[in-house]
């Protein structure tokens, strides 16, 4: 198998575990980093890949954070595309009429109002600490700095998110991508980012997307395994993102990642 990239999702694709990578990740990693560019490519904020990057030693790459919405090489920033404060102020207002928290997130800041379950899973899986703020003090203070989220995570219970998601795909879904990350959790971005056009931003003068293997699990890695050279989708995958995939690998709870590196990439 010869590929010169290989991209990779982390939460509940490369991450062995809900907070960090497996020991046999990380040695295959080693194995191949100097003769492939090893490319994380989340929905996280990049503090919360960084520490990732450092554990599989490949701190030399860019990262793709946001779904593509922000993408890093070190501290310069090469690719930065926002959800307007209009759009932020709107959906706050749907989300609170039923219930549902807001959390944004702009580079490195990531906002909450209170604290809740949701909000330590994401602190204990993500090592990263919020700001709780009034989330309309957050829409004037980034109004007054002209910027704007580069994600948006609504939490919810299962039935209001039920019945908001429709509302949004009916008002957003032609300027913005809309997942559901699970039953309880939408998360938004700008529509005319993903991390496939995050992808082929950081493509060398010689290289192609049949150049670059990918591993994914969730709706929004979907584009991305679809159009790179190989699409792999782990086993735990949603049965969509199966059905699109190339290949398939194991769980990521068994080193899925891990063992397709080690059995089909070799150096």
């Not at 960084?50 to 030399?60: A, F, M, V």
């Not at 990263?128 to 700095?145: C, H």
């Not at 908001?164 to 009916?170: E, G, N, S």
């Not at 039953?183 to 060398?204: C, H, Q």
């Amino acid at each position: 198998m010869d590929f010169k990239i290989l991209c990779s999702d982390l939460d509940g694709t490369l991450l062995t575990y809900k907070d960090n990578v497996s020991d046999l990740t990380i040695s295959e990693i080693k194995r191949i980093k100097d003769r492939l560019r090893i490319i994380l490519v989340s929905a996280r904020m990049p503090q919360s890949m960084t520490y990732i990057q450092k554990s599989l030693g490949i701190e030399n790459e860019p990262i793709i954070c946001y779904n593509g919405a922000l993408v890093l090489h070190g501290s310069k920033e090469l690719l930065s595309t926002f959800i307007y404060m209009d759009q932020i102020s709107s959906i706050y207002d749907m989300a609170n009429n039923v219930g549902i928290q807001l959390g944004l997130y702009s580079n490195r800041e990531w906002y909450v109002e209170i604290d809740s379950e949701r909000v330590r899973k994401e602190i204990k899986y993500t090592k990263t600490l919020p700001i709780y703020r009034n989330t309309k003090a957050t829409i004037e203070d980034w109004e007054n700095r002209r910027i704007g989220a580069h994600k948006i995570m609504l939490m919810g219970n299962k039935d209001n998110t039920d019945g908001l998601f429709p509302v949004l795909q009916k008002h957003f879904s032609h300027t913005l991508n809309l997942y559901r990350s699970n039953d309880t959790l939408i998360e938004i971005a700008p529509k005319s980012v993903s991390k496939l056009t995050a992808i082929k931003l950081l493509l060398g003068a010689h290289e192609s997307l049949n150049d670059v293997i990918a591993f994914g699990d969730n709706y929004n890695d979907m584009e991305m395994l679809q159009n790179v050279g190989r699409g792999v989708a782990v086993a735990n995958a949603r049965e969509e993102v199966k059905r699109i995939a190339r290949d398939l690998a194991l769980k990521n709870s068994e080193d899925g990642v891990a063992l397709y590196i080690k059995q089909h990439i070799l150096i």
